[in-house]
């Protein structure tokens, strides 16, 4: 039986027709380009850019704040500080940030930007010692006052509570006798202050309880008049005061009668304090009257720049009693808020250049953090400043590491610059990093390079740039760019231009 078999034709392929793509026609002639412009882009509030929608995209950080720079990523504006993340968000559970980052990366940039806008909320920026200085021009621009201190520039006297002993003179009542109480214990921590950067260790409990006693004494001498004089009582008064004897002071020296006990029990205190009276080497600048007082209706900034590096004992007094002098006046202003006889004020408080004074003796943490816990009031920022972890891990004492970090701890924010890779592990132990932010902090911490074109050298890689970090929440990094007027008032090489 033959099979048949049908012989199946090809039939030609129909060609293509070519189809447009999203960047033009294909093929030659076509003019498909090779790229594709990025769409512009505006920021707007949600009632602006509704209508827009789809094409609206939301900004991933709050818009509350001072505007800080763009975000590293999204491009989006970052508004960031202490007073209105706290104040308006919620976002912090105090106050307060804390700055690291290697030298020359912008550190006191970022905090003049928030003090310059925090201004312009109404929030008085306050500069407690100005050592390069960075803060003058700005304070100066925006009307406020500055205040120099150093050899042959102005005094400080430590025993002035300026503002407060005036505002305690309107209260009444309970009031007056907190802020009085206040006004003795910063007096006292300030003294001891003093004494431990001389000696580069704390007094001891027995002398700090004569300086308690004695400074009692001579309150009662100048508020009854006995002092002869109607002013303000410094160092040297209250070292007449531990010469003269007092029955209260020699009850506290536990001399047991015997007067020659005493003067053993003494001669060390009295030879640390005499040595602040003008020929030792903190000069005599918190022995004398204050030169100009602090005013609490206007920005402030303490300028210690005359002081120079090398009088590195000095600048951790300057600092110290800076801090001290600015609490007190913060505390008082305060205090006449709340019984309503001024109105209510609040304040930026900058502590640049931390590090010096932890590392100016032991025992100083104490003081620092006696100071920053007297004035947790709502409505006051502060900006605590310094180079990096290790400059508080590098105190000799254990307990003074601790309690350094705990500053890092309690602090609302971290605002991180450019950091080295040795860095991390101590900065892990206080600040959730992930590995990305890592990498990105160390990367920000490179060397600048040699500009050939321009025949000098190029800026380091992370000037300007700076990462936010809120507890366990994701990092925020931005850059910084200065404009025309920001650069005018933040000059820090004024003496090299011609």
């Given at each position: ?11 030609p ?12 026609w ?35 950080t ?21 007073v209105?993340w ?13 700055v690291?980052?290697?030298?020359g ?7 003049r ?17 100005d ?18 201190l ?7 006297n ?18 007056r ?16 202050a003093?004494?431990?950067?001389l ?32 002013r ?8 007449q ?56 209706d206007?920005?402030?900034?303490f300028?210690v720049?005359?002081?120079d590096?090398?009088?590195?004992l ?9 801090w001290s ?5 913060v ?15 609040n ?51 254990e ?22 890779p040795a ?10 990093l992930?590995?990305a932010?890592?990498?990105l902090?160390t ?20 000037l ?35």
């Amino acid at each position: 039986m033959a099979r048949s078999t049908k012989t199946k034709t090809k039939q030609p392929r129909q060609p293509r027709q070519p189809r447009p793509t999203s960047r033009g026609w294909p093929g030659p002639g076509g003019g498909m380009v090779g790229y594709v412009d990025p769409a512009p882009e505006w920021r707007g509030t949600s009632v602006q850019v509704c209508g827009l929608w789809p094409f609206g995209a939301g900004s991933g950080t709050p818009m509350v704040g001072v505007p800080l720079g763009r975000d590293l990523e999204s491009g989006a504006t970052v508004c960031c500080d202490p007073v209105s993340w706290f104040m308006r968000t919620g976002l912090l559970a105090n106050p307060s940030m804390f700055v690291l980052g290697r030298p020359g990366l912008g550190k006191s940039t970022v905090v003049r930007r928030m003090a310059l806008g925090l201004s312009g909320y109404g929030v008085h920026p306050l500069i407690f010692g100005d050592l390069k200085p960075d803060y003058v021009d700005l304070i100066r621009a925006i009307g406020g006052q500055v205040i120099s201190l150093g050899r042959g520039r102005g005094n400080l006297n430590v025993l002035d509570p300026g503002e407060s002993l005036h505002a305690a003179s309107r209260l009444t009542g309970e009031a007056r006798n907190r802020l009085l109480a206040e006004i003795h214990g910063r007096r006292l921590h300030m003294v001891s202050a003093l004494v431990t950067i001389l000696r580069s260790g704390p007094p001891t409990d027995r002398e700090e309880t004569i300086l308690s006693a004695a400074l009692n004494v001579l309150d009662d001498r100048h508020s009854s008049g006995t002092s002869g004089q109607n002013r303000v009582p410094v160092l040297g008064d209250l070292v007449q005061v531990i010469k003269d004897a007092p029955e209260s002071v020699r009850a506290v020296a536990l001399d047991r009668g015997d007067i020659n006990r005493y003067r053993d029990v003494t001669e060390n205190l009295e030879a640390s304090l005499t040595a602040l009276l003008g020929d030792g080497r903190l000069g005599g600048t918190f022995a004398s009257p204050t030169t100009e007082p602090m005013k609490l209706d206007r920005p402030v900034c303490f300028d210690v720049s005359g002081i120079d590096d090398s009088e590195v004992l000095l600048q951790a007094a300057a600092l110290l009693s800076c801090w001290s002098y600015g609490f007190g006046a913060v505390s008082a202003a305060h205090a006449l808020a709340d019984a309503g006889l001024e109105p209510q004020r609040n304040y930026f408080l900058v502590m640049d250049e931390l590090w010096r004074v932890l590392q100016a003796g032991r025992g100083l943490v104490d003081r620092v953090n006696a100071l920053t816990r007297l004035d947790r009031q709502r409505g006051v920022g502060l900006a605590m400043i310094t180079h990096s972890i290790d400059d508080l891990m590098a105190l000799p004492a254990e307990e003074d590491r601790t309690k350094a970090k705990g500053f890092v701890e309690r602090a609302g924010m971290v605002v991180c610059a450019g950091l080295p890779p040795a860095e991390m592990p101590q900065l892990s132990q206080v600040v959730e990093l992930t590995e990305a932010e890592k990498r990105l902090l160390t990367d920000w911490s490179t060397p600048p390079a040699w500009d050939a074109a321009n025949g000098r050298r190029a800026d380091p890689p992370g000037l300007g740039n700076f990462l936010i970090k809120v507890g366990s929440r994701p990092g925020i990094p931005l850059r910084v760019d200065l404009t025309a007027a920001e650069t005018r008032v933040n000059n820090t090489n004024k003496r090299w231009n011609k």
